[in-house]
């Protein structure tokens, strides 16, 4: 079982979600190699392409976003994305705990609208992902 008890998670999960913030997503990594406790590492105001900056090859991280785009020509739209990263060089018993701690994260970062499985930093790119939102938005007058 992860643990999720700092508050600075769920203080960053809730500026992440208001409306009258910048911050844009937060970053939780593991305290330490051998922890099952959850830190938040960072937030940011830059969407995807900084977050896609913070996360390191040798981890396994989940990131919590909120990405803007435009429904039509005169409407935007804002939608949460929850990101389980799993570097390339991430070490095999930590790769072999994400399934479960995944459970645990999503009882906290609870509100998204779909979860991105990233094992590079490419998958993260804005633009699959924003397809994927669409999508999964339901009404779509722009054909996607």
Known sequence: MADLSDPAINEAYLDVRNDKSETNWLLLDYESDRSDK????????GGL????????????SYAYA??????DK?????????????????????????S??????????????????AREKDDLNEEPIVKRLRKAGGASYDGV
């Open 49 to 60: 392409a900084e977050l896609k900056e913070e996360l390191e090859d040798s981890r396994a």
């Open 74 to 98: 005169e409407s935007q739209r804002e939608k949460f994305i929850l990101v389980v990263w799993i570097g390339p060089s991430c070490k095999v018993m930590r790769k072999a705990k994400i």
């Open 100 to 117: 479960v701690h995944a459970a645990d994260v999503k009882q906290v970062l609870r509100v998204y609208s779909i979860e991105v499985a």
């Open 66 to 71: 909120r990405v803007r785009y435009a429904n």
């Open 38 to 45: 959850l830190v938040l590492t960072k937030t940011g105001t």
